[in-house]
């Protein structure tokens, strides 16, 4: 549970990391489309997640499963360029 609670924390950053990538105009629509994302996956993870099982009839398929989507969001937060901005350049 406390490596599944380590890795979980992974998916809460994306959230800071979208909104640090698109600043600009279409910052708001970006967010929108995310959380959208974001709060369907409570609905589609786990009909992901019974569709495995019933086609592997498996457990350890939905667990790998689970663990590949950490995965999926490690990667993604890694490839991700920060931008920060000095407060110089704030208050010019």
């Known amino acids: 549970m406390v490596i599944r609670t380590l890795c979980g ?3 809460g950053n994306m959230n800071t990391l979208m909104a640090e ?4 105009p279409y910052a708001g629509r970006v967010m929108g489309i995310y ?12 009909v992901v997640l019974g569709l495995v099982l ?5 457990f350890f398929a939905v667990m790998s ?10 990667f993604g937060a890694t490839q991700m360029k920060e931008t920060m ?5 704030k208050t010019a």
């Open 9 to 11: 924390s992974l998916g």
């Open 21 to 24: 990538s698109f600043a600009g």
């Open 35 to 46: 959380n959208m994302i974001c709060q369907l996956g409570s609905v589609i993870f786990p």
């Open 54 to 58: 019933d086609i592997s009839g498996s």
């Open 65 to 74: 499963t689970i663990a590949c989507t950490y995965l999926v969001m490690l």
């Open 85 to 89: 901005k000095s407060k110089a350049a």
